[in-house]
């Protein structure tokens, strides 16, 4: 019930395409959806987060649609760049175990010139 | 500027040697962590602290120990290392839960490499 599964585990995009990466949950007193970019050699950053009172969130080109009956999220990059070639992964916590994320296994995104 | 440190980046060492990785931050963060990056599995846990003096267990803590005797500083001691503790390590740190944020801030990471 703590998992959060991830797809895909891997994601080739054209440029100027759509990149989705999906997340599902099943614990339902997760109230905090985090999406981490990691970039090689690097450490995971912060890209964007939701919480379950708002069904869609967008920052620049990075939109989260949460889906709360379905139990899912997902990571939509529009206009692909080949930049935001790194790995993506989701995240979910709740209050109850003090915000403890609970991460995806991620996914390698590559956008192709 | 706000960051999170670790050291050393990279290290190669054998079977057993005693060997510490340091963690710092500057951003007077409350809650710590250490992870693991392995090819498939994500990152997962290995302990995490609350505030000074306060560890916990996270999903792999198995051969590893951690400290927490100031706020700022959050090592984490292999006592005794063995080849599959060979990946990525990460540390981060956060705002407590009083805090406004929920966002994690990792260091630059360290690759062991146990033979």
């Known amino acids: 019930q703590q998992q959060v599964k991830q797809s895909p585990q891997s994601l080739i995009v054209q440029k100027g395409g759509i990149s989705i990466i999906n997340c599902a949950y099943e614990?339902?007193?997760?109230?905090?959806f985090p999406w981490y970019q990691q970039f090689p050699g690097k450490g995971p950053a912060l890209l964007i987060a939701?919480?379950?009172d708002v069904s869609e969130k967008k920052e620049g080109r990075f939109t989260i649609s949460f889906n709360k009956s379905a139990k899912q999220f997902s990571l939509h990059i529009m206009d692909s760049q080949p930049g935001d070639s790194a790995t993506y992964f989701c995240?979910?916590?709740?209050?109850?175990?003090?915000?403890?994320?609970?991460w995806g296994a991620g996914t390698k995104l590559i956008i192709k010139p | 500027e706000a960051q999170v440190t670790q050291n050393p980046r990279y290290l190669i060492t054998v079977t057993g040697k005693k060997l510490t990785v340091t963690c710092s931050q500057n951003?007077?963060?409350?809650?710590m962590s250490w992870y693991r990056q392995d090819p498939g599995l994500g990152l997962r846990q290995i302990y995490y602290?609350?505030?000074?003096?306060?560890?916990d267990k996270g999903d792999v803590p198995e051969g590893y120990k951690v400290s927490r005797k100031e706020k700022r500083n959050f090592p984490l001691i292999l006592e005794s290392p063995s080849p599959n503790q060979t990946s990525l390590y990460f540390c981060?740190?956060?705002?407590?839960?009083?805090?406004?944020?929920?966002?994690?801030?990792f260091g630059p990471g360290t690759r062991l490499t146990v033979t």
């Open positions: 981060a740190s956060r705002q407590g839960l009083a805090g406004v944020s929920y966002e994690q801030y």
């Open positions: 951003m007077n963060h409350e809650y």
């Open positions: 602290s609350m505030n000074v003096e306060v560890t």
């Open positions: 614990n339902t007193a997760f109230d905090y």
């Open positions: 939701i919480r379950p």
């Open positions: 995240a979910a916590s709740a209050m109850d175990s003090n915000y403890q994320l609970i």
